[in-house]
């Protein structure tokens, strides 16, 4: 198994800048793949952005493409997400995943580990 804790969220204002990090430990080679994914009050959990093992590959979302990175250290075992430039519509419980190989990275069934989530809340 792989235990995953977030941290990094808080209230920020529009257009500020957040970094939130994903710590796993326990079976980490089962963490090729590991994404963010948030929720808001009354929504499905909506895919944010993944990467591979290496880093060599990234998806993101359309809603957060150009103003959200995402990296890992794995010497740390720690997965990064930048959120630049953000917006009201960016409010929500953000959680990371850990999926293995081979699978579909923005979809939620595809991961097996979750953290608890950390709340990011955006302020006008």
């Known amino acids: 198994q792989v235990q995953l804790v977030e941290s990094g969220g808080g209230l920020v204002q529009a257009g500020d800048s957040l970094r939130l990090s994903c710590a796993a430990s326990g079976r980490t080679s089962n963490t090729y793949f590991m994404g963010w994914f948030r929720q808001a009050p009354g929504k499905e959990r909506e895919f944010v952005a993944a990467?591979?093992?290496?880093?060599?590959?990234?998806y993101f979302s359309d809603s957060v493409k150009g103003r959200f990175t995402i990296s890992r250290d794995n010497a740390k075992n720690t997965m990064y997400l930048q959120m630049n430039s953000l917006k009201p519509e960016d409010t929500a419980v953000y959680y990371c995943?850990?999926?293995?190989?081979?699978?579909?990275?923005?979809?939620?069934?595809?991961?097996?580990?979750w953290g608890q989530g950390t709340q990011v809340t955006v302020s006008t």
């Open positions: 995943a850990a999926a293995n190989a081979g699978v579909v990275v923005t979809t939620v069934g595809s991961y097996h580990s």
């Open positions: 990467i591979s093992w290496s880093g060599g590959s990234t």
